[in-house]
Antibody, heavy 124, light 108 residues
Framework: QVQLVQSGAEVKRPGASVKVSCKAS????????IHWVRQAPGQGLEWMGW????????GYVQKFQGRVTMTRNTSISTAYMEVSSLRSEDTAVYYC?????????????????WGQGTLVTVSS | DIQMTQSPSSLSASVGDSVTITCRAS??????LNWYQQRPGKAPKLLIY???NLESGVPSRFSGSGSGTDFTLTIRSLQPEDFATYYC??????????FGQGTRLEIK
C-alpha cells in the first residue's frame, strides 16, 4: 500500500535551517509529484509547492521562493523539503502528499496520500 | 491568485443532523474543487474531488455540489467521527493550489 513516512519533530533557532524528509513506499516513486503543505498551530492548510521526482522540476509559492528548496533522492525513494532562515512564523506541521493517480495533475490535482506530518518548532 | 472563502467558520450540530458547508471562489473555477476532512492531530483526508465525486472509501453520507464560484459540502446523518475540520481546495490555476480557511464542525 502507498505510504509516505516523514521524519521526526524538529526544534530550531531563528535563522537556522531545517530539512524534512518524506520516504515513499508502495509505488514507483518517480511516477508521482510530491507536494508539500504546512499548517501553523490552530491555523489552516497552506500549500508550499511541488516536486517532480522524475525530472527534479520544482515549483514554489512565491512567498517561499528563495527560502524553500525541494529535492529528492530516487535511490531511496525519498523527497526532502528544506526551509532556511527560519523565523517563528515557520512553526508548523509540514506534510508531504501525493495525488491518487498519475493523471490527477494540473486542474485535476487532488491529494489523496499524506505523510503523518512533521512538527517544526522555531524558538529562541 | 484565487481566494477561497468558506462559511461558516464553525458550526455546531448533533449526531444524526445534516449540515452544509459553503465554499466560494474569488473567480470561476469550473468544477476544480476538492474537499478534505481533518481530524485533530491527523493529516487531511480527501473526501470529494472535482466538486461532486466521492473519493473511494468515503461514506455516501458525504456529498458535494456546485460549479463556477459556489460550492457546497453536505453531510447527512452526522456520525461521531464526522466532527472535524473541513477544507475546500481549488486546483483551477495549476500548478498553484489554494485551500479555504476551514470550517470546524463541533458537537452540540
Amino acid at each position: 500500500q502507498v505510504q509516505l513516512v516523514q521524519s521526526g519533530a524538529e526544534v530550531k533557532r531563528p535563522g537556522a535551517s531545517v530539512k524534512v524528509s518524506c520516504k515513499a513506499s508502495g509505488y514507483t516513486f518517480t511516477s508521482y509529484d510530491i507536494h508539500w503543505v504546512r499548517q501553523a498551530p490552530g491555523q489552516g492548510l497552506e500549500w508550499m509547492g511541488w516536486l517532480n521526482p522524475n525530472s527534479d522540476n520544482t515549483g514554489y509559492v512565491q512567498k517561499f521562493q528563495g527560502r524553500v528548496t525541494m529535492t529528492r533522492n530516487t535511490s531511496i525513494s525519498t523527497a526532502y523539503m528544506e526551509v532556511s532562515s527560519l523565523r517563528s512564523e515557520d512553526t508548523a506541521v509540514y506534510y508531504c502528499a501525493r495525488p491518487p493517480r498519475v493523471e490527477s495533475k494540473g486542474r485535476w490535482l487532488r491529494l489523496s496520500y499524506w505523510g503523518q506530518g512533521t512538527l517544526v518548532t522555531v524558538s529562541s | 491568485d484565487i481566494q477561497m472563502t468558506q462559511s461558516p467558520s464553525s458550526l455546531s450540530a448533533s449526531v444524526g443532523d445534516s449540515v452544509t458547508i459553503t465554499c466560494r471562489a474569488s473567480q470561476s473555477i469550473s468544477s476544480h474543487l476538492n474537499w478534505y476532512q481533518q481530524r485533530p492531530g491527523k493529516a487531511p483526508k480527501l473526501l470529494i474531488y472535482a466538486a461532486s465525486n466521492l473519493e473511494s472509501g468515503v461514506p455516501s453520507r458525504f456529498s458535494g455540489s456546485g460549479s463556477g464560484t459556489d460550492f457546497t459540502l453536505t453531510i447527512r446523518s452526522l456520525q461521531p467521527e464526522d466532527f472535524a475540520t473541513y477544507y475546500c481546495q481549488q486546483s483551477y490555476s495549476p500548478p498553484s493550489i489554494t485551500f479555504g480557511q476551514g470550517t470546524r464542525l463541533e458537537i452540540k
